[in-house]
């Protein structure tokens, strides 16, 4: 029997959720490499719960900073959403939308003093 066929359900093992099967519990009673798989699970399985059960208790003035970097991230992408893309296109048209208005305006408004 080779480790990969036994490596997948060691988690399980380490857990309770998977059962080996004669062959594979003495491939394991053999092998080091899979012994030290499952003790590896088995820690990892360990440090989950200790942290399950950890309360943490951030710093003092954690807080106000990460909200104030949270507040920094999105007035840059405010910004960043603002000048990127259609929005440009749609600015540059209504300037040269407004460019041409004024324009004819003028013309509009010399023709008028000739006319007058």
């Known amino acids: 029997m080779r480790c990969e066929a036994v490596a997948d359900d060691l ?3 380490a857990d309770g959720s998977a059962i080996l099967d004669q062959r594979e519990r003495r491939h394991v ?3 080091l490499r899979c012994q030290a798989d499952l003790v590896h ?4 399985l360990r440090a989950m719960r200790a942290m399950r059960t950890e309360v943490l208790e951030p710093s003092p003035g954690l807080l106000p900073e990460v909200l ?3 507040e920094h991230a999105g007035e840059r992408q405010a910004i960043r959403v603002l000048l990127s893309g ?3 296109a749609y600015i540059g048209g209504l300037a040269a939308a407004a460019t041409a208005a004024g324009a004819g305006a003028l ?3 010399s023709r008028h003093r000739r006319a007058s």
């Open 11 to 13: 988690a399980g093992v």
């Open 29 to 31: 009673e053999q092998c």
């Open 41 to 44: 699970h088995r820690r990892i």
């Open 68 to 70: 104030a970097l949270i």
């Open 86 to 88: 259609r929005r440009v």
């Open 107 to 109: 013309v509009l408004a």
